[in-house]
C-alpha cells in the first residue's frame, strides 16, 4: 500500500499566503487496475498563477501546479516503468493516474515529457514546459517581433521573462529587462546577452527608459503591470505591440484595494498600441512545436535555462512565497 502525501489549501489567502494556509494531507491509495499507473514526483513547480488563481477557487482545495514524475508501477504497456511524465497534479508525491481515460480536466491529465536529449528532466516545468511555452506563444505571437526592433521585459529575470528577452535577441531585437535586483541586471547582462537591464527598485524607470531606448520601444512584455507598465507604455512607437503575461506586483494586494496607476488610454490611443492579454493554454495543442525549438536553442547554447532548485517536499511552501519575494532567477522549482 502506497501513502500519498498532498498540499490542501484551506483558506483564500491574505497578502502574502502563510504557512497555515496550507496543511499536508496523507492518503493510502488503493492497488492499480488494468491500465493504471503510479507514478512518483521528481519536481514541483512554484508558479506566480497559484498565488493568483487561490481567491478564484472554492477552498479547500489540492495546490495544483505542473510537475515531473516518474513511473514506479504500471498496469499499462504505454507508460512502462522509468517513463516520465508531466501533469498539473501540483504539491503531491505519488498519484495514480489511467491515461488511456481521455478527459478535458487539466488536473486529471497528463502528457510524456518531451524528448529532451539528455537535459535535466526539471526543465519540463520550465523553460520546456508551461513558462517555455508561454514565452514562447505570448512573445512570438502576440508582439510578432521584427529584427531591429526594441523590446521591454519586465519581471525580466524570472522563469518567463528570461526566456521572453533570449528569444528576442534569437529574433535580432535590442532587448531592454527589468529586475528586482542587481544581481538579477548583471545576469541578464553579462550572460543572458540583454542590450540593457535595470533593478526596478532603484533607477528612475522613465529615465533609463528614455536613455536605452531614445528611438522610443516596439514590443512590450509585461509580466507585472502597474505604474512601471503605464511607464513603458508611454514610451513605445506607433502601433507599438504589448503582451499582457501578468500582473504579479499586485497578486498579493487585497482585492478591493488594488494600486492605481497612470491611465495608459492616451498613450494607446495617441501611439495607435495593441495590448493584448493572454492565457499559454489558447495555445494548448501547439506546446510540441514550441518545446522542440526551445530544446534545440538550449542544446545550441543559444539559450540558457537557468534554475533556481529547493530541495524537500517539506520546503515547497518556503519556495513558493520564496518565489513571491522574488529569490529566484530562472525558474522556481522544487525536487522532492
Ligand atoms: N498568461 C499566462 O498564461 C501566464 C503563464 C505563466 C506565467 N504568467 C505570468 O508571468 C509572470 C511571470 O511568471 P514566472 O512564472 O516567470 O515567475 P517568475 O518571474 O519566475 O517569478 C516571479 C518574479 O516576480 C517578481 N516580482 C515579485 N513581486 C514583484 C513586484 N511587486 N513587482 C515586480 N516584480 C515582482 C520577482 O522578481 P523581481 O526580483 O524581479 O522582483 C519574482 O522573481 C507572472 O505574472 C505570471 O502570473 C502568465
Not at 508531466?86 to 515529457?113: C, E, M, Q
Not at 529587462?177 to 535595470?198: P, T
Request: glycine share 10%; net charge positive.
Amino acid at each position: 500500500m502506497v501513502k500519498a502525501r498532498k498540499y490542501v489549501v484551506k483558506k483564500h489567502f491574505q497578502g502574502v499566503p502563510k504557512r497555515d494556509d496550507f496543511e499536508i494531507v496523507e492518503q493510502e491509495l488503493p492497488p492499480l487496475k488494468d491500465g493504471e499507473i503510479l507514478v512518483k514526483a521528481e519536481w514541483i513547480s512554484v508558479d506566480p498563477y497559484l498565488r493568483a488563481y487561490n481567491a478564484r477557487t472554492p477552498i479547500p482545495y489540492d495546490q495544483f501546479s505542473y510537475q515531473v514524475a516518474v513511473v514506479t508501477e504500471s498496469k499499462n504497456p504505454d507508460y512502462p516503468v522509468g517513463t516520465r511524465v508531466v501533469s498539473h497534479k501540483g504539491w503531491r508525491d505519488y498519484t495514480i493516474f489511467n491515461p488511456t481515460v481521455k478527459t478535458d480536466d487539466k488536473n486529471a491529465s497528463l502528457y510524456k515529457l518531451p524528448d529532451l536529449h539528455g537535459l535535466s528532466p526539471s526543465l519540463g516545468v520550465g523553460a520546456v514546459g508551461m513558462p517555455g511555452a508561454t514565452a514562447y506563444f505570448g512573445f512570438l505571437e502576440i508582439c510578432k517581433p521584427k529584427a531591429g526592433e526594441t523590446v521591454v521585459v519586465t519581471g525580466a529575470a524570472g522563469a518567463v521573462g528570461s526566456i521572453v528577452g533570449q528569444i528576442a535577441k534569437i529574433k535580432g531585437c535590442r532587448v531592454i529587462g527589468f529586475a528586482g535586483s542587481d544581481d538579477k541586471v548583471q545576469w541578464l547582462e553579462k550572460e543572458l546577452g540583454f542590450d540593457k537591464a535595470f533593478n526596478y527598485k532603484t533607477v528612475d524607470i522613465l529615465k533609463s527608459l528614455k536613455e536605452a531606448a531614445p528611438k522610443g520601444v516596439d514590443c512590450y512584455f509585461d509580466n507585472v503591470g502597474g505604474e512601471i507598465s503605464s511607464l513603458i507604455l508611454s514610451q513605445m512607437n506607433d502601433y507599438g505591440r504589448a503582451s499582457v503575461c501578468g500582473s504579479i506586483s499586485a497578486y498579493n494586494e487585497d482585492p478591493s484595494k488594488m494600486p492605481k496607476a497612470t491611465i495608459i488610454q492616451p498613450s494607446l490611443v495617441f501611439k495607435q498600441l495593441k495590448v493584448e492579454g493572454f492565457l499559454v493554454w489558447r495555445w494548448d495543442g501547439r506546446w510540441p512545436e514550441a518545446f522542440a525549438e526551445l530544446v534545440n536553442w538550449i542544446k545550441s547554447g543559444k539559450l540558457k535555462a537557468r534554475e533556481h532548485v529547493t530541495e524537500g517536499f517539506d520546503k515547497l511552501y518556503d519556495a513558493f512565497t520564496g518565489m513571491l519575494a522574488g529569490e529566484n532567477s530562472g525558474k522556481a522549482v522544487v525536487k522532492v
